[in-house]
């Protein structure tokens, strides 16, 4: 079992900046994580994902350059830069990680895990 609690949500203008931070705890070791998010009416859709140790990560095309993950597992707990946010980046974020010891997954469906979510919004 793992558990994910994200933090770090909130209002920021066009522009702006925020740090998602997502605590896990429980079985996270050799846990890929991952960054999903979810506008009203719209699908959950990939952000992000970071393999257990750190050394491969990878972005929706869409916010490469203005997204950044990382970890950092002393601390059990990763993170999502994000800079240059735009109002259709506003959703809800929610932390996912997979089964220990999986490789890295854009489909939703692959993580086992799942934080509240926390929410993001982005004033024009």
């Known amino acids: 079992q793992v558990q994910l609690v994200e933090s770090g949500g909130g209002l920021v203008q066009a522009g702006g900046s925020l740090r998602l931070s997502c605590a896990a705890s429980?079985?996270?070791?050799?846990?890929?994580m991952g960054w999903f998010r979810q506008a009203p009416g719209k699908e959950r859709e990939f952000v992000a994902a970071?393999?257990?140790?750190?050394?491969?990560?990878n972005y929706a095309s869409s916010l490469t350059g203005r997204f950044t993950v990382s970890r950092d597992n002393a601390k059990n707990t990763v993170y999502l830069q994000m800079n240059s946010l735009k109002p259709e980046d506003a959703a809800v974020y929610y932390c996912?990680?997979?089964?220990?010891?999986?490789?890295?997954?854009?489909?939703?469906?692959?993580?086992?895990?799942w934080g509240q979510g926390t929410q993001v919004t982005v004033s024009s």
């Open positions: 996912a990680a997979r089964s220990q010891f999986s490789v890295c997954s854009r489909d939703r469906y692959a993580y086992m895990y």
């Open positions: 429980g079985r996270t070791l050799g846990t890929c």
């Open positions: 970071i393999s257990w140790n750190g050394d491969s990560s």
